[in-house]
């Protein structure tokens, strides 16, 4: 019912700062819940951020917490994550979700994913 596309991936060196954007197609933005997960080379994917329906509440993970920021623009049916202060370990592919549900943490309450986008941070 909503198709996902996340761009604005590439390489940086660390320290330096990307945001990568998510673009939704068919049902208004507005109905879910938004979260955004990573998934490096070998690894399980995992939580990075998401955001309440309104934008009024905003979640990290602990290992991003202060250096990331996540936003929406329901009118814009687009949700940003803002990256700074990257690190090599933030390497991973980027994926967007959207949720009918409020538990925000797990990839099970998630109900549409984008394609990905990769994000490349050089020592």
């Known amino acids: 019912q909503v198709q996902l596309v996340e761009s604005g991936g590439g390489l940086v060196q660390a320290g330096g700062s990307l945001r990568v954007s998510c673009a939704a197609s068919?049902?208004?933005?507005?109905?879910?819940?938004m979260g955004w997960f990573r998934q490096a080379p070998g690894k399980e994917r995992e939580f990075v951020a998401a955001?309440?329906?309104?934008?009024?509440?905003?979640y990290y993970a602990d290992s991003v917490k202060g250096r990331f920021t996540i936003s929406r623009d329901n009118a814009e049916n687009t949700v940003y994550l803002q990256m700074n202060s990257l690190k090599p370990e933030d390497t991973a592919v980027y994926y967007c979700?959207?949720?009918?549900?409020?538990?925000?943490?797990?990839?099970?309450?998630?109900?549409?994913w984008g394609q990905g986008t990769q994000v490349t941070v050089s020592p």
């Open positions: 955001i309440s329906r309104s934008g009024g509440n905003s």
């Open positions: 979700a959207a949720s009918n549900s409020g538990n925000y943490y797990y990839k099970a309450f998630y109900d549409y």
């Open positions: 068919g049902r208004a933005l507005s109905r879910y819940a």
